[in-house]
């Protein structure tokens, strides 16, 4: 796993969280949608960036850099909770 990449991530994940807020949250009031579908617009806007900035936090994919760089774009599309609980799991990185 690239540690760099996942952070670029979680970095991404949260400005994108904040400023979907900012912009999308006060049109969702206004116009009085399901704030349920709100999620999968923050997922559509998510991965295209991720896609954008083209990171990679799963290498380990070797056969194909689309799959390590589709997990990264979705997990920038859900948020930072889903990437926080994802390091939570992780083993604690051995030093040599």
């Known amino acids: 796993m690239d540690y ?3 952070a670029a991530a979680v970095v991404a994940a949260v400005i994108l969280e904040k400023l979907f807020e900012a912009v999308f ?3 969702w009031k206004h116009f009085g949608w399901d704030t349920f579908y709100k999620l999968y617009a923050a ?3 998510g991965t295209a960036i991720g896609f954008a900035t083209g990171l990679n936090a799963f290498p ?3 056969a194909s850099a689309w799959v390590g760089r ?3 774009a979705l997990f ?3 948020g930072p909770s889903v990437i926080y609980d994802l390091l939570d799991k992780l083993p604690p990185k051995q030093d040599k």
Do not use: D
Request: glycine share 16%; no cysteine; charged share 0%.
């Open 70 to 72: 589709t997990i990264t």
């Open 60 to 62: 380990l994919f070797t």
């Open 76 to 78: 920038i599309g859900v």
């Open 4 to 6: 760099g990449a996942l």
């Open 43 to 45: 997922m559509v806007v």
């Open 25 to 27: 949250g006060p049109l």
